[in-house]
């Protein structure tokens, strides 16, 4: 049997990103319930969300992190806050999904102020300098400029646009489905001019 996959915690200058736990379920289903968030993901993220929408989401990974797929799941804490956990980061280093192998969402109150773009960068950092990896892929859909700009301020290279259902293009008209993909390369990883502190 594969080794079971740690997902270790990592601190940037404003975040603590730690393990994704069963105890998550009361904020993700607060936070990650929101339309703004949900449009631009996969056509697999249900919406409207269901009420046990986020106990389904950390038992699904958990089986799937104990059957030895290699998941890493961070939740993004604010350092000095309650404890809450306002976003998510997930890696899949060894996934061909179409997808991509990194994704995330922030809650909506903690939109534009860095705060993505610092904990991407730390786990660019993890990805390349400890689990040794050369490159990854990472999506977005062509309408979600935000997440675009992280991979921008993050080191990502535009690497072309693919079809690929999402929220937006299964619900309205005014969307399509089209997908942007960026490429990660090791040389190419930065920071940001952020400071994202260690590995715990």
């Not at 105890?23 to 449009?39: G, K, L, M, Y």
């Not at 675009?148 to 693919?162: D, P, S």
């Amino acid at each position: 049997m594969s080794e079971i996959t740690k997902t270790p915690t990592l601190q940037t200058a404003r975040l603590i990103l730690r393990p994704l736990a069963l105890t998550d379920a009361p904020a993700i289903q607060r936070h990650f319930n929101n339309w703004n968030i949900i449009q631009h993901l996969a056509s697999v993220v249900p919406w409207p969300y269901p009420e046990d929408g986020a106990e389904t989401f950390i038992a699904r990974e958990l089986e799937k992190v104990a059957a030895g797929e290699e998941i890493y799941n961070w939740m993004l804490v604010l350092r000095g806050g309650d404890g809450e956990a306002i976003g998510n980061i997930r890696f899949r280093p060894g996934s061909d999904d179409a997808n991509g192998n990194r994704g995330f969402w922030l809650a909506e109150h903690y939109w534009n102020r860095g705060l993505m773009s610092e904990a991407v960068s730390a786990v660019n950092d993890f990805a390349f300098r400890t689990l040794g990896i050369e490159s990854f892929y990472a999506c977005n859909a062509a309408t979600n400029v935000a997440s675009r700009r992280v991979k921008q301020k993050t080191g990502a290279e535009l690497v072309g646009y693919i079809e690929l259902a999402h929220a937006s293009a299964l619900r309205s008209l005014s969307f399509g489905g089209q997908v942007v993909v960026w490429l990660l390369a090791d040389d190419a990883a930065g920071s940001g001019g952020i400071s994202f502190g260690q590995v715990l």
